[in-house]
């Protein structure tokens, strides 16, 4: 991992990505709904899925503590955690990725998380806000954190997002059971009879959260500041070799232990809508508690079925989505026009993608290549350039007057499908389906194919008659009406009589009106 040491030449601003200074700048966006008054822990999550908007608690539980939530809940929320418009952030996406940063190791004296230590028995995990956030969920969570742990084999830092169950003072549960990087590292710990140190970061930047979401080798904890635009400072955790960033709110520093998976966690409402079931899983010991003197707690969105599209796990996958698909058909020589994740579909399952279609079949490869390259993705509907991904009108105009099913829809089967996807039924594989709602490129541009709109006359008057103006050659309605200087049409659909009944004027296959071959005047 390339490391570089903080000095005063290299002064890091510790709260430009620090969680707290993004809430002011969404308070100042009107993207903040704020509670002032005492709000019991049970009844968090119930406001939050009432609300578009991020929620401030000032007065959180018993201890009152500052708590914030849905804070990564929207496109425009996340956009500002960039710096750039809602159009721009797959972009702004992959222009970071392109040019990813080092890390600057700071030291705990200059670290804002380490300004209160809890170690050992003063370590007590009930004084967090723990919370229920499902009704059929089997306990209380923190379903914000972000896990650093080092693989003892490599020694590079894994970074991902799991929730945390309390289990009491000095114990949780945690997943460790889907698939992840983290599995494969605790098993092989658990294997060798020995414990894997894991710190949480709880209360981190939208930016932070992204990283945690994406898999790109060699050292996860490189991409916090790649995504971030900027070296990211690291402190060694006081209890264990992890560094963990050193501007976040709070850290649970600790470890799962050696003896395996051998107790029961969950129910909880996953990301899919529904809930997971119960899984054995490994306990997490705490060994100690950092913090900021005025750390803002932080919880999340999640697994809410009927607002599944303000989830913020979904919010934050479908940008590091949407650029993955925009690349892939780079790739294969497809132009894309826009690509639009559907929120509501489970994790990024459904995507349209509009595309400039130049030759038969652009379509279809498009479709087998995402398929190809994206296990996630289960329905992808592809639609020519001139629909809005984003209007559901426009989609369904598409649907319904572009695509044929016995001839635009391509099912593969046995495909590896979405563990959480519960229409699999248990299944590893399954079916997916890709919809080509563009026109075939041999009518494509044709009359019968053109987009109805009103229409739009500007400009001056170039002749005094219709029949002057079907001289330079044949017209349609409204052309003559502006080669005229026409503003309301009735006196030209007299002249068009006129001539009509003379014997001066034919019409062409598309509607345009033209002056007969025997016409001599």
């Excluded at 040491?5 to 002064?11: G, H, L």
């Excluded at 723990?130 to 084999?153: A, M």
């Excluded at 020995?194 to 080798?217: Q, R, T, W």
């Excluded at 489970?346 to 279809?364: D, H, L, N």
Aim: aromatic share 6%.
């Amino acid at each position: 991992m390339e490391k570089k040491t903080a000095s005063s030449e290299t002064a890091i601003d510790m709260n430009k990505f620090r969680l707290r200074t993004f809430i002011e700048k969404l308070i100042q966006l009107d993207e903040v709904e704020i509670h002032d008054n005492p709000v019991p822990l049970s009844e968090l999550s119930d406001i939050m899925e009432a609300t578009p908007k991020a929620v401030l608690f000032r007065k959180a539980g018993p201890d009152q503590v500052e708590l914030v939530g849905n804070v990564a809940a929207s496109r425009s929320r996340l956009a500002a955690a960039f710096g750039v418009s809602e159009e721009d952030l797959a972009g702004e996406l992959q222009s970071r990725l392109d040019a990813p940063q080092p890390v600057i190791e700071v030291a705990s004296a200059d670290a804002p998380v380490h300004q209160v230590i809890h170690k050992g028995e003063d370590a007590d995990l009930t004084r967090l806000p723990f919370h229920p956030q499902h009704r059929f969920d089997g306990g209380t969570y923190i379903s914000s954190g972000i896990d650093y742990t080092v693989d003892p084999e490599t020694g590079i830092t894994n970074v991902g997002c799991r929730r945390l169950s309390l289990k009491n003072k000095r114990q949780a549960r945690t997943n460790v059971t889907a698939p992840s990087d983290l599995k494969g590292i605790y098993q092989k710990c658990a294997a060798r009879g020995e414990k894997l140190p894991v710190n949480f970061a709880v209360g981190s930047h939208p930016l932070d959260y992204l990283a945690a979401g994406k898999h790109i080798p060699p050292d996860e904890v490189k991409l916090v500041g790649t995504l971030r635009g900027e070296p990211v400072p690291l402190v060694k955790a006081v209890t264990n070799d992890i560094r963990v960033p050193a501007d976040v709110e709070l850290v649970i520093e600790g470890y799962l232990d050696e003896k395996g998976y051998r107790e029961q966690e969950g129910p909880y409402g996953e990301f899919m809508g529904y809930y997971g079931p119960m899984h054995i899983n490994p306990i997490y010991h705490v060994t100690a508690i950092t913090m900021r003197r005025d750390v803002l707690h932080q919880t999340v969105l999640h697994g809410s079925g009927k607002v599944l599209h303000r989830a913020e796990s979904v919010n934050l996958m479908a940008i590091t989505l949407e650029a993955g698909v925009r690349r892939i058909l780079k790739s294969i020589s497809v132009e894309p026009v826009a690509v639009r994740v559907m929120l509501s579909s489970g994790e990024g399952q459904c995507v349209r993608v509009a595309i400039r279609q130049t030759f038969p079949g652009q379509a279809r490869n498009a479709i087998a290549a995402l398929f190809g390259a994206i296990p996630i993705l289960k329905h992808i509907f592809v639609v020519d350039e001139d629909i809005d991904v984003y209007s559901d009108e426009q989609f369904e105009w598409a649907f319904g007057t572009r695509f044929q099913a016995d001839r635009d829809i391509v099912i593969h089967t046995g495909m590896r499908g979405f563990h959480m996807d519960p229409s699999l039924e248990g299944r590893l594989t399954g079916a997916k389906a890709g919809f080509d709602l563009t026109f075939p490129v041999g009518i494509k541009g044709s009359f019968l194919t053109r987009v109805a709109e009103p229409p739009r006359i500007h400009g001056t008057a170039q002749y005094q008659t219709v029949h002057q103006a079907l001289e330079s050659g044949p017209m349609c309605f409204v052309e003559l009406m502006e080669a005229t200087g026409s503003q309301d049409g009735r006196e030209i659909a007299l002249e068009l009589d006129d001539l009509l009944e003379r014997g001066l004027l034919v019409r062409l296959e598309d509607g345009e009106y033209a002056l007969a071959e025997n016409d001599k005047i």
